[in-house]
């Protein structure tokens, strides 16, 4: 309230100089030097006011974030009358009343208790993924029409130590929490850790939702040998850390335990039949910028757990991935490249021998301009059970971008199955985001 | 017999430490230099201005770069791992890339909301903030107002002496360096500030046309009209008939400047340029855009030089 206060006698000690100006200007010309010291108190005021102004864009953001629940249960209503008699011993919901002194620079949003209830919120975001597949797949039947996903995203920042990340994805099968954690960020010694249920550090394509792949679909090592389209994602802590390294390279290290469970019903990865079956994955990368414009990203990947044959049977993981990107800075928003490439080794055991298969993808995109992007992908992949049989696939993919919060694209796939079975399919997908998603990881 | 050499040896250590601690701390305090990263080039002149040798500063973006649009390359990561200070635009300008960021940085000085995280947006006046209900319709527009802030004189001083103060509450020995920084910045800018005013006041009321709205600060500073843009909005490319409509409008207002950023295409600019007789001129929103443009001061002097010419030349 004293805000409100200060800034009234403020805008009419300003306004009372101009009166004073117009007149004085009236008077004579001899006046100058007179007239340059008043032009400059009015500088000086003006430059109280807009310090006031940013003062109270602060202690509305802040006074929002600490308000308690009563200030967000007052209605609307009360507020405006509050704003056309302003009385002094006015409540906390007197921030409508702060901002109409401010005058123009009031953000209004609709809704009970105005922006106040709302800065409450979390970041709220939903995207949603339609698919549509033509062509004939008797191996991994895909649905004619399918609104494949809907992700909300809830994010914000929970109190200085830590922020909350929860990723809810709505599919066809029901609803599934993709990602759940808290992340603290002001531990000691630089170390970042993350609490929850999370997508595992394993590799490039296993951290990626579904919204932000460069195709359609997952690359069938993917499918085969990491668990499907969930990957290893799982209920855990994880423990990360930039370590010293020389000529400027960013290295990183990553530490994480997992309860165990993860993949999903057509491809299996990790099974926790005891309590003691938990699983762990390790991945270290690293990063260097060649030029302003051109970088390259390298990463070491380790998974280890069992398998759902049982508590003596494990699981085990070898990836490398490597990333070469390039972006003039100059005409940044209009041509890019990324090539990327992921090579996972699988050690599984089994009755009667255990299975030793490869896989790898590797792909390229283009950004034409500042709304094109073509690209293309080769695959190749053992399967874990059945290390001998291989299938391999390619695509073709075409990405039109109407803003940044949709897109529309186009995937053309041809897969040979180790089953000697090819396949021609035609995939569409048309994804749109509301709300404000926050960034994505590098 | 025993104690006593306990305790001696206690009193050795003591000293040891003791001496070892005072040799160093001045030491320590020669060498320390705030590390203060900005996200952009405009906040990096800015704290360097008032800074002086007293600090290291380092931006983010780039001075030619879009900073909509900057990649949140993990080398940026070891920058600000480092770093004492943090200062940053806000108002969303950089919601695409640097939240990360701050949050994989393992910095607990420089998270929001910390002692050494500054949103420099606080000490300027900012226009264009949306009234009623905000949609993307309008495109990609910022909910709190107009984030290109930067590009007027009087929001550069105000920037300044925030920053300045914000140094001296980092650094409190060195508070009367940077106050004594900030006045004579302040002396300087003023100085400059006449002669731009001065440059500028024939062309007071022209109209231009801008690329994306990063421009009202200064056509509001020197008294421009800036009468539509090459974006039918903000974020969204050009479209034909935005284009049409455009040289329409132009043209019945007499419209003979087009300003774009150095970070767009000039395709568009230039088939408007053709159609209206107007000239397409690519002016520098930051520090840093072109060579030779690496302070605060010189960003004014080259775009106003640019101004001038184009507004001669289009009489």
Not at chain 1, 137 to 144: L, Y
Not at chain 2, 105 to 134: C, H, K, M, W
Not at chain 2, 198 to 225: C, D, I, Q, W
């Amino acid at each position: 309230m004293r805000v409100l206060g200060l800034l009234g006698r403020a805008v009419l000690v300003v306004a009372l100089p101009c009166h004073a100006l117009q007149s004085d200007s009236g008077q004579a010309a001899s006046a100058q030097s007179d007239n340059s010291a008043l032009t400059q108190k009015i500088r000086d005021l003006e430059d109280r006011v807009i310090a006031m102004e940013g003062q109270i864009r602060q202690l509305k953001t802040e006074q929002a974030s600490r308000a308690q629940p009563a200030t967000t249960a007052v209605p609307n209503a009360e507020s405006s009358a509050q704003e056309a008699s302003p009385t002094p011993q006015s409540q906390p919901p007197a921030v409508g009343a702060v901002t109409s002194g401010a005058g123009t620079q009031t953000v209004v949003l609709g809704g009970a208790g105005g922006s106040a209830a709302k800065a409450l919120n979390p970041d709220i975001s939903a995207i949603g993924d339609f698919i549509s597949v033509a062509g004939h797949n008797p191996v991994q039947p895909s649905p004619t029409l399918e609104m494949h996903e809907a992700e909300l995203g809830f994010q914000a920042i929970i109190d200085p130590y830590a922020r909350g990340d929860f990723f809810l994805s709505f599919g066809e099968q029901g609803v599934n929490l993709e990602e759940g954690y808290v992340t603290f960020t002001a531990l000691p010694a630089g170390v970042v850790a993350k609490v929850g249920k999370m997508r595992a550090a394993f590799g490039k394509v296993n951290t990626l939702h579904n919204h932000v792949l460069p195709w359609v679909d997952r690359p069938l090592v993917t499918n085969n040998l990491v668990g499907g389209e969930d990957g290893i994602d799982d209920a855990g802590v994880s423990i990360e850390r930039i370590l010293p390294a020389p000529m400027g390279i960013f290295l990183e290290a990553t530490g994480q335990l997992f309860r165990g469970d993860s993949g999903s019903q057509q491809s299996p990865l990790f099974h926790a039949s005891r309590k003691n079956d938990v699983s762990a994955v390790a991945h270290l990368r690293s990063y260097k910028d060649i030029t302003e414009s051109t970088n390259i990203d390298l990463g070491l990947s380790y998974a280890r757990g069992h398998n759902d044959l049982g508590s003596n049977f494990l699981t085990q993981l070898y990836g490398v991935d490597a990333t070469v990107r390039w972006k003039p800075l100059r005409r940044s928003i209009y041509h890019s490249f990324v090539g990327r490439g992921e090579f996972i080794w699988s050690q599984r055991q089994q009755l009667p021998s255990e299975q030793r298969a490869f896989g790898f993808y590797t792909s390229g995109d283009y950004q034409l301009g500042r709304r094109w992007f073509v690209g293309g992908r080769f695959d190749r992949a053992g399967r874990s059970e059945f290390a001998d049989l291989t299938d391999t696939g390619a695509s073709a993919v075409l990405t039109y971008w109407p803003s940044e919060f949709s897109q529309v694209r186009g995937q053309y796939r041809f897969t040979h199955y180790a089953s000697n079975i090819d396949t021609n399919e035609l995939l569409l997908q048309v994804m749109f985001s509301l709300g404000a998603h926050g960034a994505h990881p590098f | 017999m025993r104690r006593r050499g306990r305790s001696f040896r206690f009193t050795v250590a003591a000293e040891w430490a003791l001496l070892f601690w005072m040799l160093a701390l001045p030491i320590w305090a020669q060498a320390k230099k705030l590390n203060v990263v900005t996200s952009t080039t405009d906040m990096a002149a800015l704290t360097q201005e008032v800074g002086g040798e007293k600090v290291s500063v380092e931006s983010i973006a780039k001075g030619y770069q879009d900073p909509h649009f900057v990649e949140a390359k993990p080398s940026f990561l070891l920058k600000l791992r480092q770093a004492d200070l943090l200062v940053v635009v806000g108002l969303q300008l950089e919601i695409g890339w640097l939240p990360p960021l701050i949050t994989q940085s393992g910095n607990p000085r420089i998270q929001v909301g910390a002692p050494g995280y500054l949103d420099a947006s606080q000490f300027a006046e900012i226009l264009e903030i949306p009234q009623g209900t905000v949609t993307r319709a309008e495109g990609d527009v910022h909910p709190l107002g107009n984030p290109h802030y930067w590009l007027d004189p009087d929001n550069g001083r105000r920037i300044a002496r925030g920053i300045a103060n914000k140094l001296s509450e980092a650094d409190p020995g060195d508070d009367v360096y940077f106050q004594q920084r900030f006045q004579d910045f302040d002396k300087r800018l003023t100085g400059a500030e006449q002669k731009w005013d001065a440059e500028m006041k024939p062309y007071h009321g022209r109209k231009v046309v801008t690329y994306h709205r990063s421009f009202p600060n200064f056509a509001k500073h020197f008294g421009l009209n800036v009468i539509g843009y090459v974006e039918p909005r903000p974020g969204i490319p050009p479209t034909p008939t935005h284009t049409l409509e455009l040289i329409q409008l132009m043209r019945r207002e007499d419209c003979k400047v087009i300003l774009v950023e150095p970070y767009f295409d000039l395709k568009t600019p230039q088939s408007i340029g053709r159609g209206t007789g107007a000239q397409v001129v690519v002016y520098l929103p930051s520090v840093g855009g072109e060579k030779g443009v690496d302070d605060y001061f010189k960003l004014f002097d080259y775009d106003i030089g640019l101004l001038m010419k184009a507004f001669t030349a289009t009489q």
